[in-house]
Nanobody, 115 residues
C-alpha cells in the first residue's frame, strides 16, 4: 500500500497563493489517476482536479484558471498550485492516487483563506 502525505496548507488572505505537495512512499509511475479533493465542514468531499494516465485533466469549474495540478513521478510527488485563493476555497485538501488494484488517500492538509 502506498502511503501519501500532504503538506503546504496554511492560513492565507484572499488573493494569495499556496502550493500543496503530496509525497508518496512508493512509486506512482503506473498510476491510473492522481488528483486533489477537498472537504469543508458539513459538506461532502469533492473533486478539485484529477489527472488521468491518458493525459486528461478534469477540473472543478470554480477553480479553473486558478488551480493547476502537476506531478513528478521520478520524485513520487504530486502538487497543486493554488492562485488567487478565495474564502470559499477553505477546506481540508486530500491527495489521491489510483494504482492497479488500490487507491490511496492522504490524511489531508488544511487550507484556510480569510477575506
Amino acid at each position: 500500500q502506498v502511503q501519501l502525505v500532504e503538506s503546504g496548507g496554511g492560513l492565507v488572505q484572499a488573493g494569495e497563493s499556496l502550493r500543496l505537495s503530496c509525497a508518496a512512499s512508493g512509486s506512482i509511475s503506473n498510476f491510473y489517476s492522481m488528483g486533489w479533493y477537498r472537504q469543508s465542514p458539513g459538506k461532502e468531499r469533492e473533486m478539485v482536479v484529477v489527472l488521468t494516465s491518458g493525459g486528461k485533466t478534469n477540473i472543478q469549474e470554480s477553480v479553473k484558471g486558478r488551480f493547476t495540478i502537476s506531478s513528478d513521478t521520478a520524485k513520487n510527488s504530486l502538487y497543486l498550485q493554488m492562485n488567487n485563493l478565495q474564502p470559499e476555497d477553505t477546506a481540508m485538501y486530500y491527495c489521491n492516487v489510483v494504482l492497479p488494484y488500490r487507491s490511496s488517500w492522504g490524511q489531508g492538509t488544511q487550507v484556510t483563506v480569510s477575506s
